[in-house]
């Protein structure tokens, strides 16, 4: 069999030469000739055949109808026009698979058989009049799937871009801070990957990767037999550009039409078993993005699309870094005011810091989002910052409070909240200073709010906020036993009530006491609330 026109390239020497060919002749191509002529049927598929392509034969419109169900043909050749009872049927497949599936379909008119092309029966893509030849059918047949191919292309990179820009319009609000690179990543390969109906097949590996402190971190997606997969990945800078070396075409851009070698699987973390046939990757400054098991022969025709969505994913990673830059100076901006805080009140060191811990694993017991887990265990540190409005003498007043001074020290809600004003980074932290007074049961203070009316992350701070402060020696009580508080807690006291608290809250509490436990334990350096 000779070999393919335009070759096939398995990289190093031959490298590049595929893509100045054109690269687009595909011999896994199915071709379906109908002849209702057996010996021209077998004439033409030995023609078509010859080059390696899949060839269908049939006979009769009828037995087309049923093939093209089955096989669904890249190319139609018709070696006579069918005619009469049962060639409707067919004829109004061809046109489905010419309008839907941009499939071709090339007429052979015989000698004395050109009217078959004006009858208006149906319109081949391409006719060739006879007398036929092999050199001139075959080459009719190559140029006629290299056309289809360009244009499944071009179909695919408008579909790709298309879905690249919905993912653009629908995840830009979302690209902040806790958006993790590997979410980005997996969602990205999702769209470059899954198939949708009605659109050419895709590659079925993407990884994209990115430098990260002189180490390639990177994130492969992938589907077997259906299922998705994917795996996080980490090699050293530099290793994979050498390994793609000999299959550069130009700087950064790398193509081959070989099954990805092994060394190159086991740099991508990818197991040896995976068939991943063609291969193109593009790299951009750090960012790198490799696709794998292209279904047709990849080409530069392939690179635009890598391109684009590589170029939308450092973008995205751009913005999700200086998000999680302004996220940390917000988080250290809150530190600073919590500490000053406990300046002021001698007697809390320590105990905003265990808070924030104790938020943080309470959240998680609920479910809670990991954005909401990571805020609340910076905000609950603010929730007393109100006491900066309070003087020290009445903070640190030994002896009861008499009417006036409760109200005062009550206002630490309110104040707390005026303090943290109305920017949407402190809006969390804002409402923990107003409602971790809050009972559940309505009776708490500054609002009496009640119920799911409380802000969660109030009610979380809350419960917080009494265990630790019954563990705390103050000058006027001793300090709790673990135990102790948590009898309080799941018992009340007279002053504690467990309907103060949210019961979803509580249970969480009353499942993961111990951790509390060692918290607190862990953590003697504080004092008191
Ligand atoms: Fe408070
Ligand atoms: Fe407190």
Not at 301 to 311: C, G, N, W
């Amino acid at each position: 069999m000779p070999p393919p026109p335009g070759g096939r390239d398995h990289g190093g020497a031959e490298r590049g030469r595929n893509w100045r060919g054109g690269g687009l002749d595909d011999v896994s191509h199915r071709i379906l000739v109908l002849d209702g002529n057996a010996d021209h049927a077998k004439t033409l598929t030995a023609w078509l055949a010859s080059e390696g392509r899949q060839v269908i034969p049939a006979t009769s419109p009828a037995q087309a109808v049923s093939e093209i169900e089955t096989c669904l043909p890249d190319l139609v050749v018709l070696g006579s026009c069918p005619r009469g009872n049962g060639s409707r049927p067919f004829f109004e497949q061809l046109s489905a698979l010419q309008a839907d599936r941009n499939v071709p379909v090339l007429l052979l008119a015989r000698e004395g058989r050109e009217s078959d092309v004006t009858e208006g029966v149906f319109y081949p893509d391409d006719v060739l009049l006879g007398p036929l030849s092999m050199p001139q059918v075959t080459a009719r047949v190559r140029s006629l799937l290299k056309t289809k191919a360009l244009a499944d292309r071009l179909r695919l990179a408008y579909f790709h871009l298309d879905e690249l820009s919905g993912f653009t319009e629908t995840y830009a609000d979302q690209i902040v801070a806790d958006w993790r690179p590997e979410d980005l990543a997996a969602r990205m390969a999702s769209v470059l990957l899954s198939p949708r109906e009605g659109t050419p097949q895709r590659p079925s590996f993407i990884w994209g990767s990115a430098v990260i402190r002189g180490r390639r971190h990177g994130i492969a997606c992938y589907r077997t037999n259906g299922d998705w997969h994917s795996l996080v990945t980490r090699c050293p800078s530099g290793e994979l550009e050498k390994l793609l070396r000999p299959y550069a075409i130009a700087p950064g851009r790398f193509i081959c039409n070989a099954p990805l070698p092994g060394r190159l699987k086991a740099v991508l973390g990818v197991s040896p078993e995976l068939s991943l046939p063609n291969f193109a990757a593009i790299f951009r400054e750090d960012d790198a993005l490799l696709a794998a098991g292209y279904p047709w022969e990849v080409t530069i025709h392939d690179l635009p699309l890598l391109q684009a969505s590589l170029r939308q994913w450092s973008v995205f990673r751009r913005i999700w870094r200086e998000a999680r830059k302004t996220e940390e100076a917000n988080f250290q901006a809150m530190e600073a005011l919590a500490l000053a805080a406990e300046f002021h009140d001698s007697t809390t060191a320590g105990h905003v810091r265990r808070l924030n811990t104790y938020a943080r694993n309470l959240s998680r017991l609920l479910g809670q989002s990991s954005r909401f887990v990571r805020w609340i265990s910076h905000c609950a540190q603010l929730h007393d910052v109100g006491k900066l409005t309070l003087p020290g003498s009445l903070l640190n007043k030994r002896g009861p409070l008499d009417p006036g001074e409760w109200e005062r020290v009550r206002a630490h809600t309110v104040n707390g909240a005026r303090l943290l004003g109305h920017s949407p980074q402190l809006a969390m932290a804002a409402r923990i200073a107003r409602h971790h007074h809050e009972n559940f049961d309505g009776t708490g203070y500054p609002d009496g709010l009640a119920a799911e009316r409380i802000p969660l992350e109030a009610r979380i701070v809350k419960l917080a906020d009494v265990y630790d402060a019954l563990r705390t020696e103050r000058p006027y009580k001793k300090g709790y036993s673990h135990q102790e508080a948590l009898e309080v807690l799941a018992k009340g006291d007279g002053r504690v009530l467990p309907v103060h608290f949210d019961p979803s809250v509580l249970e969480a509490f009353l499942s993961s006491h111990r951790d509390f436990e060692a918290v607190f334990d862990g953590d003697r350096t504080g004092a008191a609330s």
